[in-house]
């Protein structure tokens, strides 16, 4: 069955991202917002530069975003707020050429309809799926991964919102369904975060090497 990628979230303090990059996820995600305990405003230690650094917006200006990928070198960008296809398309204009992949996030409740998702296609790179809660993500419950089953789409996603290891197999049984109907590159990586932690922005190491989803 195909490798899934990882990507860890909510990175924050200096020794603990260069713990965590030791570990090699394919991205470390960092969020720019000041209405969490994971907001990041520091100086970024030296990861490797296979480990993709994401930054993480909610409602941002495009202005501040590009601020944000020269100072920290940014290699992926998700945007966590209500960016409408327009602001997408025009940042995507922007990061086409330095290559950084623009992932616009989706929250999803019991009501969810995947027509949202259409005016987005053509514009970013990948989708990624989130549980709707109160807060803009981190909140450490799983939606109904049953309504995934219905994706329509071919752009390929992540899969987040309170994964721990207790989800490993049901991630692996979604896999399976996407490779019977055809479909298997769609469900591209998953991103962990709060099941992870010992506080927000602090992970847990140990934790994540139990984390098996690249073979």
Not at 1 to 29: F, H, R, S, T
Not at 100 to 118: A, M, N, P, R, W
Not at 122 to 142: C, Q, S
Not at 186 to 199: C, P, Q, R, T
Request: include cysteine; charge should be neutral.
């Amino acid at each position: 069955m195909k490798e899934l990628k990882l990507k860890i979230c909510g990175m924050k303090e200096a020794d603990n991202i260069l713990e965590v990059a030791e570990l090699q996820p394919d991205y470390m995600g960092f969020i720019f917002y000041d209405k969490t305990p994971r907001n990041f405003d520091a100086e970024m230690p030296q990861i490797p530069s296979a480990v993709k650094k994401t930054g993480v917006f909610v409602n941002a200006k495009i202005d501040d975003i590009l601020k944000k990928i020269r100072k920290y070198d940014l290699k992926a960008l998700q945007l966590h707020g209500n960016e409408s296809p327009e602001f997408c398309g025009e940042l995507n204009i922007l990061l086409r050429e330095v290559k950084i992949e623009l992932i616009k996030v989706f929250s999803i409740g019991e009501d969810f309809d995947f027509k949202d998702i259409k005016a987005y296609e053509a514009v970013v790179d990948y989708f990624l799926f989130d549980t709707k809660g109160k807060n803009k993500g981190g909140n450490g419950t799983v939606f109904n991964w049953e309504i995934l089953k219905e994706y329509p789409s071919e752009k390929p996603f992540f899969l987040s919102g309170g994964i721990g290891l207790e989800q490993l197999s049901a991630v692996k049984e979604l896999q399976e369904h996407f490779r019977a109907k055809g479909k298997e590159d769609v469900l591209y990586a998953i991103d962990v975060n709060s099941k992870f932690e010992d506080k927000p922005g602090l992970k847990n190491v140990g934790k994540l090497k139990k984390l098996e989803v690249r073979g």
